[in-house]
């Protein structure tokens, strides 16, 4: 039933740009924190970013001033605007949904990875 879809990863040069969507469906779109994740090649996966109704729009530390992401609650789709990409951003990102945003270890919903890749 729980459908989280993530697609736009691809290769491209650093300095360039990609945008991510993630559509979702099975479940109350406006109920969830939504966000991304990110895992390297033999690194841990770390939250990118994440919207939630209650604690607003956050990054980490490192793609601060270089990602955006929003949601469009009426089409259950959410995006993430990357700009001025570098090699360390080379990861697989998933889109994920969790009620509880975030806030513990648990994650409800999961997405399939897109691969970026970010080429020097």
């Known amino acids: 039933d729980v459908q989280l879809q993530a697609s736009g990863g691809g290769l491209v040069q650093a300095g360039g740009s990609l945008r991510l969507s993630c559509v979702g469906s099975?479940?109350?779109?406006?109920?969830?924190?939504i966000g991304w994740f990110r895992q390297a090649p033999g690194k841990e996966r770390e939250r990118v970013s994440c919207i939630s109704k209650h604690t607003g729009t956050s990054y980490t530390e490192s793609v601060k001033g270089r990602f955006t992401t929003f949601s469009d609650n009426a089409r259950k789709t959410m995006y993430l605007e990357m700009n001025d990409l570098k090699p360390e951003d080379t990861a697989v990102y998933y889109c994920a949904g969790d009620r509880n945003g975030f806030r513990t270890s648990v994650v409800d919903y999961w997405g399939q990875g897109t691969l970026v890749t970010v080429s020097s």
């Open positions: 099975g479940f109350t779109f406006e109920d969830y924190a």
